[in-house]
């Protein structure tokens, strides 16, 4: 059974920092590419940056360029997200997903607040 | 990034059927088609449907999508109390190489 799980969120402060992390299991790690998609509260999805499988390509939204970095360790079966310079709009859920082609599994997510 | 067009709303009586629909552009649904995905409050988003409009294992029969052109389309057929909730659609756009959502439909099952 595939099984991805966020962890890392928080309450942090405007111009702050955060490091997502999405621990996957039930699946080959390291044959997919892999996404995170965020939520602001009542608002729809967004997706925010995807990493390939190897980790030589990786793809941003213009919202987050410059600010956040995808990565993963496919030893660990783990994806991360490093999110800096964070602003109000920010504040949201974010899902990883598994990326088969599709976003056919995606993690509960984990809430990251942004607010003085 | 210009996201996927979906109407904010629609409502279907209890077994009626309900056609929701996705505009994108030439660089994104009609190149590759978009995938469905479901939303229920407080939970994270079900892939209904692939870009293929093939569903995934143990996906309900009474789904099934389409596209013609820039526009996708989730229809489900004998609307239940469980299918009330978020849709949203997706596509990989060849020409941004970026991920687009549509804002998402609120289906309410009168």
Redesign the interface.
Known sequence: EVQLLESGGGLVQPGGSLRLSCAASGFIFNNYAMSWVRQAPGKGLEWVSSISDSSRNTYYADSVKGRFTISRDNFKNTLYLQMNSLRVEDTAVYYCAKDSGDHDHWGQGTLATVSS | ?AGLTQPPSVSKGLRQTATLTCTGNSNNVADQGA?W?Q?HQGH????LS??NNNR?SGISERLSASRSGNTASLTITGLQPEDEA?Y?C?AWDSSL????????TKLTVL
């Open positions: 990034q995938a995905l939303q994270p988003p079900k892939l692939y870009r995934p978020d949203y997706s190489s970026t991920w687009v959502f549509g804002g998402g």
